[in-house]
């Protein structure tokens, strides 16, 4: 079985801060690996994913990833967050044909 | 020329009832997936549809009945509903079993 952990509950940054949010996998087999954003009110949007290839990758809106396949990570960084990146995220990995998510991330960013 | 919607938005009915969410994409997607978010905004998914046909059935009452009319299609009907099912329900669809395309969400409210 598919299980994904993201290690922070919430985090609370000021404006120009850098984000990265953990997130660790366990699978057995070749994994796809995504970040979703949800926010406020509204529907989960994928921001990047990873399938093969070169391990960091970028997304939309400044958002990239690394995956470490060592420590079976895919950590989610943001160099310099704005007030609209407030916003619950999530990992989540696709195995056995389901994806499965993280308990996901609350961002708060302050102005 | 939206991707995946869903109707209603929102749902409030009482204890005991009997309602239907129903999920349209048009994407030309073969797989489909209804979700449960619940109030701590932890996703779980509790069905998928590949080309009408079921593919995964998580551990959900029997209370929750997906149908699938046509691959664009993917309903969930839920009988007798209780107070645990107030949650926001996401539909979504995904090429194969890829990266997956998320609905509104329906906001469902058992009083």
């Known amino acids: 079985a598919q299980s994904v952990s993201q290690h922070n509950h919430h985090v609370i940054l000021s404006e120009a801060a850098s984000l990265e949010l953990g997130c660790n996998y366990s699978?057995?087999?070749?994994?796809?690996l995504f970040w979703y954003v949800q926010y406020p009110g509204q529907h989960l949007q994928l921001l990047l994913k990873?399938?093969?290839?070169?391990?960091l990758v970028k997304g939309i809106k400044g958002f990239e990833a690394e995956f470490i396949k060592s420590k079976f990570s895919f950590n989610l960084r943001k160099p310099s967050v704005q007030w609209s990146d407030t916003a619950e995220y999530f990992c989540?990995?696709?195995?056995?044909?389901?994806?499965?998510f993280g308990a996901g991330t609350t961002v708060t960013v302050r102005a | 020329d939206t991707a995946v919607s869903q109707t209603p938005k929102y749902l409030v009915t009482q204890m005991g009832n009997d309602k239907s969410i129903k999920c349209e994409q048009n994407?030309?997607?073969?797989?489909m997936y209804w979700y449960k978010q619940d109030s701590k905004k932890f996703l779980k998914i509790m069905f998928s549809?590949?080309?009408?046909?079921?593919?995964i059935n998580e551990t959900v009452p029997n209370r929750f009945s997906p149908k699938s009319p046509d691959k664009a299609h993917l309903n969930l009907h839920i009988n007798s509903l209780e107070l645990g099912d107030s949650a926001v329900y996401f539909c979504?669809?995904?090429?194969?079993?890829?990266?997956?395309?998320f609905g509104p969400g329906t906001r469902l409210t058992v009083t």
């Open positions: 979504a669809s995904s090429p194969r079993s890829y990266e997956q395309y």
């Open positions: 699978y057995g087999g070749t994994v796809n």
């Open positions: 990873y399938f093969s290839g070169d391990p």
């Open positions: 989540a990995v696709n195995g056995d044909y389901k994806l499965s």
């Open positions: 994407l030309g997607h073969d797989t």
């Open positions: 549809y590949n080309n009408k046909e079921l593919i």
